[in-house]
């Protein structure tokens, strides 16, 4: 079975960066898809960037031009690049994986453990 760990999340100052990496281990199923997804005490879970297994990705509106998803099919690992982070982006992030089985967001499908993201001066 496919498990995803997480890396990269910390303290930041408004307008610093981060580097939050993905990495699929166990089983021998390729991660083709990723996503990522943030939530903050009290709201929903909410998709911030995701890369389907062709390469198209899509953004949500408060992040475009400021974060950047890729992901590295033969280390089986996944990256959200944030830049000018603000504020607002303090959230816990999740990362998922689209496998064999099971498509982006589905909540049966890998989920890593959460990084926290905290930006404050």
């Known amino acids: 079975q496919v498990q995803l760990v997480e890396s990269g999340g910390g303290l930041v100052q408004p307008g610093g960066s981060l580097r939050l990496s993905c990495a699929a281990s166990?089983?021998?199923?390729?991660?083709?898809?990723v996503g990522w997804y943030r939530q903050v005490p009290g709201k929903q879970r909410e998709l911030v960037a995701a890369i389907t297994g062709y390469g198209l990705t899509r953004y949500e509106n408060s992040v475009k031009g400021r974060f950047t998803i890729s992901r590295d099919i033969a280390k089986n690992t996944g990256y959200l690049q944030m830049n000018s982070l603000k504020p607002e982006d303090t959230a816990v992030y999740y990362c998922n994986a689209e496998v064999k089985g099971y498509g982006l967001g589905d909540p049966f499908g890998p989920w890593g453990q959460g990084t926290q993201v905290t930006v404050s001066p």
């Open positions: 166990g089983g021998s199923t390729s991660i083709y898809g």
